[in-house]
């Protein structure tokens, strides 16, 4: 065998590792980015959940022992957060609070759309995301003909 031959062969093999190491890095770079989209979409739901049930009477303190994992204060702050957050959402678009509340779906089935791909994010300048009207229709519908056709099949 030609020396040349091994020396195309090893060639080859760092190439197919360059390779395989650029999709896994990429891979790893989409999964990371989506778990951002999931982690700021699950923010804003829960600092606007924080918000409705402080409207509706619940104390800080309650909200905190409901909450868990944030004090008394840090509910505070996110109440705050939410009430004072202006993010831009350009007309004819959704934020991911108004989108759950059109929805009906329970934040949990919501977060869950968007970690399953059901329903997809739209990002908008600065890490804002957003979610068009139909697409929120869609997942509403469809949650809607499951909830229906499970309770065809439970009669």
């Known amino acids: 065998m030609p020396p040349y031959h091994a020396d195309m062969s090893t060639a080859k093999k760092q190439v197919d590792n360059v390779d395989s190491t650029r999709a896994r890095l990429a891979g790893a770079e989409a999964e990371y980015r989506r778990a951002l989209t999931e982690d700021y979409i699950t923010r804003l739901i829960r600092d606007d959940a924080i918000v409705e049930a402080h409207r509706a009477g619940l104390s800080s303190r309650e909200i905190s022992e409901i909450v868990g994992d944030i004090g008394q204060p840090n509910v505070v702050r996110a109440r705050r957060r939410a009430a004072t957050r202006r993010e831009m959402i350009p007309g004819g678009l959704l934020s ?42 869609k997942i509403a519908a469809r949650s809607t003909a499951r909830t229906r056709s499970k309770r065809a099949a439970t009669a």
């Open 96 to 137: 991911p609070a108004d989108s759950v509340r059109e929805s009906g779906l329970s934040p949990s089935d919501f977060v869950g759309a968007v970690r399953e791909g059901r329903i997809v994010a739209v990002e908008l300048e600065g890490g804002v995301r957003a979610f068009r009207p139909e697409d929120v229709k």
